[in-house]
């Protein structure tokens, strides 16, 4: 590769400058001093966002009294240890299951579908909906796409769904709907949160409006934010601003994608293929219209109604003792940190996860454990 | 060990992330492969160094000897194949004890019933040209031919032997000293990922795989004994390679990720497959701890030779936050992330 297209790394990228980055840090903090009480504590809900945030190191020019926490925004976090189970069986069954690498290693009621994997099912990693119906084409076996991810994500299955998949094909939906686990949250009793930043890649096909019927009823702002530090950091002062000013409306801060009535079509194929339908959220809640499952017009391609599957056969094991001391709820529900679980960094670690916030690359616990959370750097 | 977490697989099986040249390898090896020999006294760098080869005193000089088993799918890739793999492997791991002129390399292959004579031949005749890039030739060697569905195509061992003035370990690291990397990061991982997934990148993705030996010997003769530790940034990466330093030398680290050359295209396809740089292969790479007196003329020889025409000044050792590494965004600080053997095939 020539010299020449070799460059200097991420400052050069105009929503990665690190002199703007520090101009947003101190306006932050001189915003948050303005509110005159600590801390002042908002959420985010969504995994890339706190990916960003470690990645970029921003927590290290985040204001002190500034508390941002991440919320439910991890669809492998949050998918429910029976909807694992059905993987498992599956897989151990000889059906071949497609996934998002992030869920091979959640661990089920017994196993992961990677220790199903290691002992002999067969487990594809797939980037995409996309290239789990094309190894359904290539092959005679019955494929099953173990779907999991936001609305965001559903949209891809769905026009995978609406694509004339192969018949070999068949989706088990883990899909999630995020604004009733907003509304979850914002009820919880002792609920610290004073403003939500919405995820921006959601709001592309939803539209920033979704969020005006939440500020009504609840009265705290919502900003809708990109995933490059300065959207961040940008979208965190818009917040806090809000915050000051007693005024509680939703802020659109990443126009550059996201328009008040979102992706029109994405949500048309959405709600042709989905359903909401409540379920319990891993470690969080029961949440009513936070699943998304498939609707009977698509039975054909919709592996709960193509097999039976009896999860029960696993349960010749009791779980982990470890798991009842896990605290992964309270922290996807923003009432605890991974530093007040006695089993982070030790019993639990990415290698031998105990919650699911220690799999996914975008678990809190993952996250925290990987780039040291708060660190003193 | 709880008794239920006993029954858990990754306790009781071997499995990808344990070849994946992270943590879990290392605790492996440890509990397992390494047990009895440990204690063994040497003369010189043993197994319970855990570095890239080991090194024997004979007499004033130093006998140095590696070995390494290369798989690689596919076996022909952009940039290289296996048998060029396994040649610049080997003769890398040897440069990184500090012996840039090996003796000879032995050389055995396994392969799969039904493998292509002329996929043989291609790879016969890559090992040749690298060898010569090297200056090295193979001694001796061992073929076997395993039955169909034994083995995966082809598995080629190399084993190298060099004598040195000087051993450099990977444990010589002092706080002060700073950290050079030869050239851009991540080629290597990306371009067999691309290619293996088909993922349709439209843009000219080369394996770095090459012998850089030669490179090494240019920048330790400019500057005799000022260099104090060395590692290949292979399985693992970048940031396997500086947690195993940082780890064994008792320094801690911190790189500034704006100094770190990597191409545009290799930051946008790991971008894309959220992947990070710091953890995909290198195979024609190398970070170098230095006294910081020597910087200046390290680099100056490093950039001096085609092979290190990138070679940038990327970090320094401190004294504190021992065995971690931290990475300095230009925006924010963070510690650097080590592989773990995330669900991704194997790539060299």
């Known amino acids: ?377 | 060990m709880t008794a239920t977490s006993s029954i858990r697989t990754s306790e009781t099986l071997v499995t990808l992330r344990h070849g994946a040249g992270g943590r879990a390898m290392r605790q492996l090896i440890g509990e397992t492969l390494a047990a009895g020999f440990l204690q063994t006294p040497v003369d010189g760098i043993g197994l319970a160094a855990m570095d890239d080869g080991a090194a024997l005193r004979i007499g004033e000089r130093w006998l140095v000897v590696t070995t390494d088993s290369h798989v690689v799918h596919p076996i022909f890739f952009p940039g290289g194949d296996i048998g060029r793999l396994a040649v610049a492997g080997t003769v890398n791991d040897l440069a990184m004890m500090g012996a840039t002129e090996p003796l000879g390399l032995t050389c055995a292959i396994i392969m799969e019933e039904g493998f292509r004579r002329s996929d043989l031949e291609r790879i016969q005749r890559s090992m040749q040209g690298t060898c010569r890039e090297a200056g090295v030739t193979i001694l001796t060697g061992d073929t076997k031919v395993m039955g169909r569905g034994e083995l995966d195509g082809i598995v080629i061992n190399t084993t190298g032997v060099a004598l040195a003035d000087a051993v450099i370990p990977d444990a010589g690291l002092r706080p002060g000293d700073r950290i050079l990397l030869t050239g851009s990061i991540g080629d290597h991982g990306i371009a067999l990922m691309v290619k293996r997934h088909s993922l349709a990148i439209d843009a000219a993705l080369e394996s770095d795989v090459t012998p850089i030996n030669g490179l090494i010997r240019a920048a330790l003769a400019a500057a005799p004994g000022t260099v104090t530790a060395m590692k290949d940034p292979t399985r693992g990466g970048v940031s396997s390679a500086l947690h195993e330093m940082a780890e064994k030398s008792g320094v801690g680290i911190v790189v500034h990720e704006p100094r770190v050359p990597i191409s545009p295209v290799v930051r946008s396809a790991a971008e894309m497959l959220g992947l990070d740089p710091f953890q995909i292969a290198n195979e024609g790479k190398a970070l170098l701890g230095v006294r910081p007196e020597a910087v200046g003329a390290v680099l100056d020889a490093l950039r001096a030779h085609p092979l290190g025409i990138a070679a940038a000044e990327v970090g320094e050792c401190i004294a504190d936050h021992v065995g971690r590494v931290i990475l300095d965004t230009g925006i924010g600080r963070r510690l650097l992330v080590e592989a773990e053997g995330e669900p991704l095939p194997r790539i060299c």
């Not at chain 1, 980055?21 to 948050?32: C, D, M, P, Q, W």
Request: some cysteine; glycine content about 10%; aromatic content about 6%.
């Open chain 1, 1 to 377: 590769m020539p010299e020449a297209v070799l460059t200097e790394g991420a400052s050069e990228l105009r929503f990665r400058d690190p002199a703007k980055a520090k101009a947003l840090s101190a306006a932050l903090g001189r915003v948050v001093g303005e509110i005159g009480r600590v801390p002042v504590s908002v959420m985010h809900v969504c995994g890339s966002h706190e990916q960003s945030i470690a990645k970029f190191g921003l927590r290290t020019i985040l204001p002190r009294d500034l508390n941002v926490i991440m919320g439910p925004g991890c669809p492998v976090c949050v998918t429910d240890v029976p909807e694992v189970d059905e993987a498992v069986v599956l897989a151990q069954d000889g059906v071949r299951i497609a996934t998002y690498g992030d869920m091979l290693k959640v661990p089920g009621s017994v196993r992961s579908l990677a220790d199903a994997q290691a002992e002999g099912a067969t487990v594809d990693v797939v980037y995409s909906a996309a290239q789990a119906a094309e190894l359904a084409r290539d092959t005679t076996e019955d494929v099953v796409f173990f779907a999991s991810g936001f609305e965001t994500t559903a949209v891809a299955t769905a026009a995978v769904v609406l694509g004339d998949p192969p018949p070999n094909f068949s989706v088990l939906s883990a899909h999630k709907y995020i604004p009733p686990v907003m509304e979850i949250v914002a009820e919880m009793p002792g609920t610290k949160v004073e403003g939500f930043l919405a995820a921006g890649h959601a709001a592309t096909i939803t539209g920033s409006a979704i969020f005006e019927r939440f500020v009504a009823r609840h009265k705290i702002p919502v900003v809708v934010a990109g995933f490059e530090p300065l959207d961040i950091l940008g979208g965190l002062v818009k917040l806090v601003e809000l915050v000051r000013d007693g005024t509680p409306r939703v802020e659109n801060m990443y126009p550059r994608c996201v328009t008040p009535e979102g992706n029109k079509n994405a949500q048309a194929q959405l709600w042709r293929v989905f359903r909401t339908v409540g379920g319990h959220w891993r470690g969080i809640a029961h949440v009513p219209n936070g699943n998304l499952r498939l609707r009977d017009e698509f039975a054909r391609v919709d592996t709960r109604r193509r097999y039976r599957i009896d999860v029960r056969r696993l349960w010749t094991h009791a779980p982990s003792a470890l798991t009842q001391v896990c605290i992964c709820g309270n922290i996807m529900a923003g009432i605890a940190s991974p530093r007040d679980c006695p089993l982070f960094g030790k019993e639990c670690v990415p290698d031998n996860p105990v919650g699911a916030c220690m799999v996914s690359s975008e678990g809190t616990c993952k996250i925290w454990h990987q780039y040291g959370g708060h660190p003193d750097l």
